[in-house]
Structures are given as C-alpha cells and as structure tokens.
C-alpha cells in the first residue's frame, strides 16, 4: 500500500508539517485564488485539509468550512490553526473522503481539495468523480506532478472550467535539527538511509532563520469549475 494513503504516515508526520507550516509559501497562490473568488457565508467542504491552513484562511473570509480530515495529528493541528473556535459547530470531520456518502455532501458552495485526491483509496479520478456527483455550485482542486494529470480532458457535464491555474511555489522543509532532516528521510523512504544518503540530505540543508531547511520548490496545478446554473447568478 502507498505509504501516503496511510493516516498513519501522516501522524507520524505532523511535527515536521507543523514546522514546515509555519515557515512556508507554498499555499499563498492557493489562497490568493480562493480570495478573489469566495463569498462570506459559503459553505465550504476540505477534504483532506490536513492541519486546516486553508480551512483557517476560507474561515477569516466568512465561510463556513467542514475539513474532512482522518489523521488525528492533523486534526489537532487543526485546533491549534484556529485557536480552537471552528471545532464546536460541527466544523471538523474525521471521516475520509471514501466513507462519505453522496447524500451527506448536499448544499455546499464550494467543495475543496488540495493535495488530497491522491491519497484516497477509491484513486484520483474517481475521488474527483465523486465530488463532481455531490454536485457543489463551485469545485477546487489542487494537485502536482504526476497525480495533476487527473485534472485534464475529461467533459464535466453541468459544470464550465472556469480557472486553469499553474504556477511555482516554495515548498522546502524545515527541521530543527540535521538528525531531524535525517530521520524524517529515512521515515519517508520507509528505511535506513546509506552513509551516503546520509550525506546527501546533511549537505543539502541550508541554515536560517533558526531553522534547517532542505530547499526545493513545487508546480501546482489549480483548477476550477463553476455549475452551469451559477454562471447565471
């Protein structure tokens, strides 16, 4: 099994993603989008949120955000992004994307997924085959190389392509240690690393701002589409 699919890969994970969280731009563009195009009071369903960041974000606009999120690591690391305040009105949903049924998903403005498809048992496409059926007035989706391919072709009937939105952004990690960027490697690889790799991580990282960061940069793939029947109002 895809060691990505596993909530527990992703509580494992959690202190590193809370470090790199509060020290990276990779969801600005994301969130420059979703400003110019949201309304207050939409009801907004994440799938896959993680630790909330979006959901946080889409909350300070006035939506109203449900983040669908299994891993209880990122739950709580949701409740810290929000100073608790979403959590008592129904706004955190430990289900995964698969376990929701399709009557459940009536009445949302918009439905949201960044970097979450892909890890869905059902497989990309048909993780965003299912949100399509739910039929929400607005769908984002947000993906990178090799899953983005997912968001190409296919006719959506009902529903008009209105944003096709690529671009770079950071997307570095930041350990507060080298032993750190070493364990977390190995933990990603699912094994030791050689005293080469070893190597290759330590020389790797770079020193600042208090932090170890290991570089690097990502191309997201940004889609939306609009239901027909919005495109009027």
């Known amino acids: 099994m895809d060691r990505l699919r596993s909530v527990d890969f992703w509580e494992s994970n959690a202190p590193w ?5 509060r020290h990276n731009e990779y969801h600005r563009p994301i969130q420059s989008v979703l400003a110019g195009r949201i ?3 939409w009801r907004v369903l994440d799938i896959g949120g993680g630790s909330g960041v979006l959901s ?18 990122m739950r709580d690391l949701s409740a810290w992004h929000a100073e608790g305040d979403a959590l008592a009105n129904g ?3 430990p289900r995964r994307w698969e376990d929701v049924s399709i009557s459940q998903l009536s009445g949302f403005d918009l439905i949201l997924a960044c970097n979450s498809l892909h890890v869905s048992s059902l497989g990309f496409g048909a993780a965003l085959d299912k949100i399509f059926s739910a039929r929400p007035a607005h769908i984002c989706v947000v993906a990178e190389d090799p899953h983005a391919s997912g968001l190409e072709a296919k006719s959506r009937p009902g529903y008009a392509l209105s944003l096709g939105h690529t671009q770079d952004t950071a997307s570095s990690l930041a350990y507060h240690s080298p032993i750190e960027a070493v364990v977390h490697a190995e933990f990603r690889h699912g094994r030791s690393l050689s005293p080469k790799e070893q190597k290759s991580v330590l020389e790797a990282l770079v020193l600042e701002d208090g932090h170890y960061w290991l570089k690097g940069k990502a191309q997201i793939h940004l889609r939306w589409w609009t ?3 919005q495109e009027m109002k």
Request: charged share 30%; with cysteine.
């Open 17 to 21: 993603y809370a470090i790199w969280l």
């Open 91 to 93: 706004g955190l949903e």
């Open 227 to 229: 239901r027909l029947s």
């Open 39 to 41: 309304r207050p009071g």
């Open 56 to 73: 946080s974000f889409l909350r300070d606009r006035g939506c109203r955000t449900v983040l669908l999120e299994p891993a209880r690591a």
